[in-house]
């Protein structure tokens, strides 16, 4: 399978504990992104990486929040001291730039989805 | 600041009927636009997309209209099957490279 992979599909964990996601994008991809979705919303802009920089952070993230990508590779997405209201689908996708930075589809994985105990 | 929206949450279409789902931005300097599937469970899912130096765009079954002067978006589909109940998004992209997307429209296919 040479689409977007992300690793676990599910997590159940207690409030205050500490998550890590991980997504393996399509391996041509230069751009890596981050989204949360809510059960009956759109997906939410959490960060994206040009390979290993990391260009953009939504304000919405807490510190309790960080994303690496530190080979411009896999990505991963650490939740610290978990809350409730933390529950929620983590999307990643990837995507191509192309000439002049502009950017072509987004390949999304399937989500790993959090449930905050 | 930066919004998409969607007219309806929900639509429901017979079988075989065209499907008609319209979406609202706000930022003029969104120049692509990309329409997704989800279902139940899974990532979203690109259907067609559209540059803002484009009026319309076909792809099989599904055509997008984007009229730049009042900010909307639709996405068509043709002769709508069962197959294609889900909800979908509108996203756009400009000024920055991050995607916003709308809430969603959930799509009911009656038999």
């Known amino acids: 399978d040479t689409g977007v992979s992300q690793d676990p599909r599910h997590k159940i964990t207690k409030r205050g504990q500490n998550v890590t996601f991980r997504c393996d994008p399509i391996?041509?991809?230069?751009?890596l992104y981050w989204y949360r979705q809510t059960l009956g919303q759109g997906p939410e802009f959490l960060t994206y990486?040009?390979?290993?920089?990391?260009?953009?952070k939504s304000r919405l993230l807490s510190d309790r929040f960080s994303a690496e990508r530190p080979k411009g590779s896999f990505s991963t997405l650490e939740i610290q001291r978990t809350e409730q209201g933390d529950s929620a689908m983590y999307l990643c996708?990837?995507?191509?730039?192309?000439?002049?930075?502009?950017?072509?589809?987004?390949?999304f994985g399937e989500g790993s989805r959090l449930t905050v105990l | 600041g930066e919004s998409v929206g969607l007219h309806l949450p929900t639509l429901s279409v017979q079988e075989g009927d065209n499907s008609i789902i319209n979406c609202a931005y706000s930022?003029?300097?969104?120049?692509?636009f990309i329409w997704y599937k989800q279902e139940s469970g899974k990532g979203p899912q690109f259907i067609i997309d559209?540059?803002?130096?484009?009026d319309k765009r076909q792809g099989q079954r599904v055509t997008v209209l984007l009229n730049k002067t009042v900010k909307h978006l639709s996405l068509q589909i043709a002769a709508t099957q069962p197959g294609d109940s889900a909800v979908y998004f509108c996203?756009?992209?400009?000024?920055?490279?991050?995607?916003?997307f709308g809430t969603g429209t959930r799509l009911k296919v009656l038999a």
């Open positions: 391996s041509e991809h230069n751009r």
């Open positions: 559209i540059r803002s130096n484009m």
């Open positions: 996203a756009h992209q400009g000024g920055t490279y991050k995607y916003i």
């Open positions: 990486f040009q390979n290993e920089a990391q260009l953009e």
């Open positions: 996708a990837s995507s191509l730039a192309g000439d002049r930075g502009r950017t072509g589809e987004l390949f």
């Open positions: 930022n003029s300097a969104s120049d692509y």
